[in-house]
């Protein structure tokens, strides 16, 4: 008895020796089909989200991902130019695209989707080994949000105040300021480091965004991952996932860590030309239901540590196509998000900047992070900001005659200071301590208007 166990044992320890000697050999397929950014292969044993290498004649090499299957098809797309491929070419597994290695040398690096340097810099050393769709963190061991976050902006400051793991949306349609203010936060936020995910985006804002608004100081403790309008949806998607590993990174090592992403809508853009190239059938406005599933996947990975780590401050800019609030990524960002930021595009075509609309702008957790005194404060210049809106168009016409009401003309009177008070130039930063005073002597002014306008 003894002695077959000794020889089951043999047997099996000689066929793992067999095996790791002679690993499998790996299943082959073939190209069968190409239609617009879908590539079909048949014979070919790969899991979804493995790296395909696709032999087209000259000994051509193009590097395609698993994204789907049915049946004995499988679903690819390239990550690149898919030109000069003919039918009956061969697919070869070639492992799993899902980590990327980082380090410390990424910093003032500019990077593509896939992690390959684009600023002429030389090669980059990476050492730890991190997951594109991240370590899900339990709900229940994150540090709470406590203190606030100083992003060099008064506005945001003061009325709108970020907190230290906050994940906010920045909304705005084209041409209203929004690359302008990412530099500003960029620049003047209190953080150790800076990740920013061009996602999407015109190709020549990246040398832009690089040079003039990030500048060499800037760089320096930042990480730009871009992946353009021209890239293909998968390094689109794979770029912003790389910017948020990059951001869990230094946060695990205890940094405090500030993203911008620009933009969420871009990446939702490239989930739903994959999801319609393999068939997903469109939901709300031609967005497949796995755009809204990808969303909070990503969104869900920022915001802070367990203890002993660091936090992930985010900042994720969303498109309203036509100035349109109710679009769908807009409003599936809104319902995801710590708070949204609006710029108003009438506040920018009067020169007012940044153009931040009070009225549709909120941060969730500034109750949290900020005392009671200014809280009330930023309600009482709320409450005088909405009401001139409210009734801008009277007034204007010369409809409304003042004594009519005390507290709009407490507003028409205040109107003026609030809008200085909302203004800043790009190059002037404003921290969170003088933001509150500011805000705290422009709270006493409205009072002494109030204590005027009752006396008259």
Known sequence: MHQNRNSRWSRALLQKQQHLQNPEPVVEG???????LTLEAVGCQAAVGTSCDIVAPGNHHIEAEVVGFSGDK???MAMGDSRGLVPDARVIPVGHSSEVKISEAFLGRVIDGRGRPLDGKGPLVAETAMPLAGIPVNPLNRQPITEPLDVGVRAINSMLTVGRGQRMGLFAGTGVGKSILLGMMTRFTDADVTV????????????????DILGPEGLKRAVVVAAPADASPLVRIHGAMLATSVAEYFRDQGKKVLLLMDSLSRFAQAQREIGLSISEPPATKGYPPSVFARIPQLVERAGNGSVGQGS????????????DANDPIADAARGILDGHIVLSRQLADMGHYPAIDLESSVSRVMPMVVSPDHLQATHRIKQLYSLYEQ??????VGAYQQGSNPAIDEAIAMQSQIAGFMRQGINEPVNLQISQQQLTQLAAARMETATVNEAV
């Not at 009734?391 to 204007?396: K, P, S």
Request: glycine share 12%.
């Open 30 to 36: 073939r190209l069968t089909r190409m239609v617009g």
């Open 312 to 323: 992930i401050t985010a900042f994720y800019t969303v498109l309203t196509e036509g100035d």
């Open 391 to 396: 009734n801008r168009d009277l007034i204007n």
């Open 196 to 211: 920013v995910g061009l996602i999407g985006e015109r190709g020549r804002e990246v040398k832009e965004f690089v040079q």
């Open 74 to 76: 499988t679903y690819l």
